[in-house]
């Protein structure tokens, strides 16, 4: 089982829509939790960072932490289609460096 | 703020040679990690330090691999005799403490021949 798991997609979600990203991780003990954007050919650029269980808002990006499922989400209101890019989940497992996922490709379609 | 730096932004070089790349993290952050990343995949850790002390390194790392961080400020990620399986994305990130959020350079893409 892979650390951090991520649906390679892609995801297609039309202009305006919500698009919804998901990550599961496998150490429980996990405390710090990311999301990160890479454009093709670019390094990857933080979006999001959640600690605590619940949801986190920041403009149009929502984060959501449930620790007991070992579940994180990512939602994007009013998607568009400089959106479009890979979602990368980074987890923090208390021990000072990223794991990530393979990320998740977003498509978002006039 | 200027961000972490990330030099050369390309490197192409023939098997067998070595190559140094330079990472100049954020002023204030005592902590610089390493990352590679190959087509299709996340990046995977490769070392970090906090201030000049290299606290782990990943089994990924081998003995061709060395990084240094000398005073503290810019870090250094050689490779010698270099194969084709090391051609990837270099990473260099950092951050200001445990748990902080790390700011990612551009990354030096290598490509072996």
């Known amino acids: 089982q892979k650390e951090v798991e991520q649906n390679s997609g892609p995801l297609s979600v039309p202009e305006g829509a919500i698009a919804s990203l998901n990550c599961t991780y496998s150490?429980?003990?996990?405390?710090?939790f990311f999301w990160y954007r890479q454009y093709s050919g670019k390094s990857p650029e933080l979006i999001m960072s959640i600690y605590s269980n619940g949801d986190k808002e920041d403009g149009r990006f929502t984060a959501q932490l449930n620790k007991a499922s070992q579940y994180v989400s990512l939602l994007i209101r009013d998607s568009q289609p400089s959106d479009s890019a890979t979602y990368l989940c980074a987890v923090d497992e208390n021990t000072d460096k990223l794991i990530f996922g393979t990320g998740t490709r977003l498509q978002v379609f006039p | 703020d200027t961000g972490v730096s990330q030099n050369p932004r390309h490197k192409i070089t023939k098997r067998g040679q070595n190559v140094t790349f330079r990472c100049d993290p954020i002023s204030e952050h005592n902590r610089l990690y390493w990352y590679r990343q190959t087509l299709g995949q996340g990046p995977e850790f490769l070392t970090y330090f906090q201030n000049e002390a290299q606290l782990e390194k990943s089994r990924l790392l081998s003995d061709r691999f060395s990084a240094e961080r000398p005073k503290g400020s810019f870090s250094t990620l050689e490779i010698q005799r270099t194969e084709q399986g090391d051609s990837a994305m270099y990473l260099c990130a950092s951050s200001l403490s445990q748990d902080q959020p790390q700011h990612f350079g551009d990354g030096t893409r290598l490509s072996i021949l």
């Open positions: 150490d429980r003990g996990s405390q710090s």
